[in-house]
């Protein structure tokens, strides 16, 4: 049985949530957010005040048009976000250094501050991308509602899936061609970026959020190798066993299986690390929330923007190596526009992601990368695991991997 979010944490969450959407959405604040975007751009006159044009889990946007055709998106981090100014910080510097070093279109951020208008904390000030849709809207199935969860179309046509995967591709290649010497988040220095922070993951913030989990206990400055990051995820993943309070178990005997898969995993991660940091040596920048509805598109379905880089991190290469989640509908292939990128000179043999995304998945690795990511997804994954690294089915209680 799945680890389940704690109830009681999630009410709370939920509570401060609709406090929050309550005040972001007052006459006050929007009327505080209207003169602040309009000071920003003194050289036009707004067209009318600003609004919400998103609102999501981590974030609510106000998006204002000027009568110069420039229109700017104002970016607060929620209520759902336990650690928002370290949060905007590393998004920006990531923000920065995509935009100059990557072919990989972002919007130009204007400002930033820990103190935005209104008390509405940590915001980026950004140019809004016009654009038509998303990657989401073209790839999933007819008759979706608002609030389903979407799912590829299966009548896709094959051409416009590659073309669409192919554009994807493009985007993680270019992520792909830089290395740094360190595990976590890029810091704004004087002269150059470069990673300085901890890693801050999607998951870290849900484990405190929506699991209890002690703050404390949370990674507090950047990893020098691939294998002390991942042992430190499978020591996270086994601590909050212990510490969510609510819901993490249902019984006894589910307690123990739970108990003996991280036990397992403990012990399993740091060897297939070691191998992967032995060949690469260097650390790759990873969006935890990358997928096709953050992928904005104009009419002739070619990519304008790529949006919401929060929780991006310097990470273990062997997670940009491992196959998107949200591509999971079709085994990784090898890439055809890896040979035209390599013949156009724009990739070299060396960085070609596809074979290294065929053995992750081939070795299960890709099963162990996305349940150290996710806490909550572990248990579910766990078998995968299993069959993949033991070569079983069998149960925890009549395996032998025993602690």
Not at 73 to 99: G, N
Not at 240 to 262: F, M
Request: aromatic fraction near 12%; proline fraction near 5%; glycine fraction near 6%.
């Amino acid at each position: 049985m799945e680890m389940k979010y704690d109830d009681l944490a999630w009410e709370r969450s939920d509570n401060l949530f609709e406090g929050f959407k309550k005040k972001a959405a007052s006459s006050d604040v929007l009327r505080g957010v209207t003169k602040f975007m309009a000071v920003q751009r003194p050289s036009a006159q707004p067209l009318d005040r600003a609004y919400i044009v998103g609102l999501g889990a981590f974030n609510i946007c106000y998006r204002m048009q000027f009568d110069d055709g420039f229109a700017s998106l104002l970016r607060f981090a929620s209520s759902a976000v336990i650690f928002p100014e370290e949060k905007i910080e590393a998004e920006v510097a990531v923000m920065k250094f995509i935009k100059e070093n990557t072919k990989i279109p972002v919007p130009k951020v204007l400002s930033y501050g820990m103190h935005g208008p209104c008390d509405l904390g940590p915001y980026i000030l950004m140019e809004y991308v016009h654009h038509t849709s998303n990657l989401t809207s073209q790839l999933r199935a007819p008759g979706y509602k608002r609030g389903d969860r979407p799912f590829l179309d299966p009548n896709i046509a094959e051409e416009k899936l590659e073309l669409l995967y192919g554009k994807v591709s493009n985007i993680l290649l270019e992520l792909s061609k830089h290395s740094f010497d360190k595990i976590g988040c890029l810091s704004n220095g004087p002269y150059e970026l470069s990673v300085k922070r901890r890693p801050l993951t999607m998951n870290m913030n849900e484990l405190v959020q929506l699991g209890n989990f002690p703050r404390s206990q949370l990674p507090l400055s950047p990893f020098t190798s691939a294998s002390a990051y991942l042992e430190s995820l499978a020591a996270t993943s086994f601590k909050h066993l212990s510490t969510q309070r609510n819901d993490a178990v249902e019984s006894p005997e589910d307690c123990r299986r739970k108990y003996i898969a991280r036990k397992i995993l403990l012990k399993l991660n740091s060897g297939l690390s070691d191998r992967d940091m032995s060949n690469s040596g260097q650390s790759k920048l990873y969006c935890d929330d990358l997928r096709p509805t953050n992928i904005l598109i104009d009419k002739n379905m070619d990519i304008v923007a790529v949006i919401d880089w929060e929780f991006t991190y310097a990470a273990p290469a062997e997670f940009i190596y491992s196959p998107p989640w949200w591509l999971l509908l079709e085994a990784p292939e090898d890439w055809r526009w890896e040979d035209i990128a390599i013949r156009e000179g724009s990739l070299l043999e060396a960085q070609r992601l596809s074979m290294r995304m065929r053995e992750s998945w081939d070795s299960g690795a890709f099963w162990i990368n996305y349940g150290l990511r996710k806490s909550w997804a572990f248990d579910i994954v766990w078998p995968f695991i299993d069959r993949r690294i033991f070569g079983g089915n069998k149960s925890l209680e009549g395996s032998s991997h025993s602690s």
